[in-house]
C-alpha cells in the first residue's frame, strides 16, 4: 500500500517506520526540521527489547509537494497531535481530496467524528498507538516493551477498517482490530489520563504521583469520574495490546484510593516506561496548546451532555488550559499538591 504519514513526530515516524518494515510504500510528511536526519540517515526504530528496524521513506514537508513528486496515497495515516488536525485537514483536502482511507492515530476524544463529517465515515478508520514513543534525531525511541497498534470502523466505515487491517498486516508489533471507534478511543483515553492532569499540573511523573496520597487520591477520583463517564459513552472498554483496559477499569472503580496507588501506581508507572506524560511535556515545554480538551476536557463534555459529573475533570482542564495560556503562574502549582488542593477548593471540590 502507497501511505502518507502526515505529521513526523515520534507516533508519525513510529507507525511510518514500522508500515515501511512490513513492505509499504511510505511518504513521511512534517516539519523539515524533525525531517532533517531523516533525509541525511533514514529513518530508524529502536523497540523496547533492543530490535531496531531501519527504513528509508520518501520525505516531504507538505502533502501538495509530496503529491507532485510522489503521487497519490492509497492511505493516510493522520498523526498530527489533535489540536492540529484541522489545519492537516485542509492541507489533505487541497493536495488529495479523494484518498480513499483516512486513519486517524490522536489520542483523545473527538477527530475522528471530525473526520467522518469532513470526508465522510466510509474513508475515516480510527487509530492507536500503545507504544510510548519518542524522537530522537532520525531514531524513534520506544519505552514499552508491550503495546502495539489497534484499529476500529466509524459507523459507516466498517469496509474501511477490514480492508485496512488486512493490507496492514505483518507489522513488527501487533496490531488489534476492535469493532467500534469509539471504544477504540475511550479505553486508550483511560490509558492516557492516568497521571496526565494532575501530573503536568505538579510536573510530577506517575510513580511519584502515586506515592503521594494527596495526589494519588485526585487522581483515583478523576479516573473514576472517567471510567463512569465512559461506561455511558460506549458499548464497552476493550483490552488494547499491552494493556487489559477491561481489567484496569474495574480495578479503578472496585479499589479503595490508597489500595489502587498501592497497587496500580507502580503498574501505571511501568507502562509509561518513565517518559512524562503528553501533557505534563507541553506544560514543562511552554507549549500554549495541549490535548487536555480531548482528553480531560472530553470526559467532562460528554458527562454535562449525558447529565452526569464529572467536576474534576472539569476543573483540572481549566486549571491546564490557564496554565498554557500563562506559564508563569505555574510556577505556583509546580511540586504544591495543597496548592492544587486549594485550587480544588475553592470551587467547592473535595476529592
Ligand atoms: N508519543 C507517544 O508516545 C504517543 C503514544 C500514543 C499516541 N500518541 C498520540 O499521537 C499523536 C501524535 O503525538 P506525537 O507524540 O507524535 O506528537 P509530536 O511528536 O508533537 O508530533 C506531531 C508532529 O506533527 C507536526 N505537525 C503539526 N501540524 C502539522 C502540519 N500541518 N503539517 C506537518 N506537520 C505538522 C508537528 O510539528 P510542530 O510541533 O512543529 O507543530 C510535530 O512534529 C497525539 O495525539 C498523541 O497524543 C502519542
Redesign the pocket.
Known sequence: MRIAV???????CLVGGLLAAAGHDVAL???PA?LAPVVGGGLRVRLAGGRSIASRPAVYG?PLQAGADWGVPDAVAL????F?VG??VR?LQDAWPAVPFIVA????IGTEDYLAGVFGPERVVAGT?T?????QGGEVVVFNRSGGLALAPVPGGEEACRRLATAWTGLPVPLAVASHAASLKWSKLLLNLVGNAVGAILQWDVHRLFRHPLAARLEHQSLREAVMVGRAAVPAFIDLPGYPVRSFARLVEWLPSGLFARLVGPMAARGRGGKLP?VALDLAAGRART?SPYLHGAVAREAASRGLDAPLNAALASLIEELAANPGLHQRYRDQPEELWRFLEARGLRP
Not at 502526515?6 to 508519525?12: D, R, V
Not at 492515530?105 to 483523545?108: A, D, R, S, V
Not at 507504544?131 to 524522537?135: G, K, R, W
Open positions: 502526515l505529521g513526523a513526530g515520534a507516533i508519525g510528511i512534517g516539519r524533525r507538505d498523526t498530527v497531535k489533535a492540529d489545519e492537516a492541507m492515530f490522536q489520542n483523545g498507538v507504544l510510548s514513543a519518542t524522537l503528553s490535548e
